[in-house]
């Protein structure tokens, strides 16, 4: 992990010119430590950008922070959320309700959200858990079933698509769809200054996470979908990120590429794993056991093992996508080389 790193404690809400602030929002528990909420001003009113985790530390941090920046929870226009998850999206619901403006998501992540909100609670665990053992998780799996589970975010009232323009009025705020780590990721090219709010699509020290869910999904290939939404980013050589976690960086192009690279080498020895094992086939489970992560696997909680085997899935079938791996249909689905 990079140095430059700080953590909450050191973050403070920032001015970026150009009518851009920034507020430093908490996620509780969390190593990651906060999200970056933006707001953008324009002569119709203030926008944010995220809003953060649901939680009242957070929603004080909120409200305090945009207070010391001079914006009123109660005067903004409305929330772009960069995509669904519940460090972005989280408090969206609660700004609205706050200012009677609108939630804009892309329309990928707003089915996500509507999916959420009709499995909340124990419909959704058991699918979850369901998911689990179809891709051999056995113990792992068991553990889950008593799982404490987020809080759905708020259903947005406009859904988005590539290359519109949000509703603020004198500026030019425009969707860069970047499927991946989400399918309705988006990054926001504030065209008028040239900077991108990058969301997790790409951030300075670390890499998003790109996986798979149900584990055995053979319809969808998020991680080149990622990938080609890292390609989409090659024009943007010199224009400042603005990401929602770490820090603002320049270069996005760069940054994207390097991202690219590091996961075309966890395929390159995904694929020379599967070719060590051959002719045998193994769950999805099984190989990310035998993968290499940030911690050893036995040191890994339950739902960490179950991010990390999204993961595994993800680089599986891509792999499968390119011809490089093989698919065994069955309980647990298995994989080999081909
Ligand atoms: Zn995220």
Known sequence: MKTRRRPYSDQR???HGGGVW????????????????YAVESPGGIVLIDAGWNHEDAWTALRDGLS????RVSDLRGVVVTHYHPDHAG??????????GWIAMHEADAALVRLYRELAGDSGRTLQVEMMRRAGAGADADAMVNAERPIPPAQPDIELRDGELIDLPGRALRTVWTPGHTPGHLCLHLEDADRLFTGDHVLPGITPHVGIYPYDRADTD???????SLDRLATFTTTEALPAHEWTFKGVAARAADIRAHHE???????????DLAPDAYSIWQIAEKMTWNRPWA????????MAAGEAAAHLRTLETRGQALRHPGEPVRFSAP
């Open 299 to 306: 040191d890994l909680y339950p739902i960490q093992r179950g």
């Open 13 to 15: 809400p920032t001015g």
């Open 91 to 100: 408090l969206a619901g609660r700004v609205r309700e706050e200012c009677g």
């Open 265 to 275: 080498e966890k395929l390159d020895s995904l694929a020379a794993l599967l070719t």
């Open 22 to 37: 920034s507020v430093p929002v908490p996620i509780p528990g969390n190593p990651l430590g906060y999200t970056l909420v």
């Open 68 to 71: 010391a920046v001079g914006v």
């Open 222 to 228: 998020p991680l080149t979908d990622f990938l080609g």
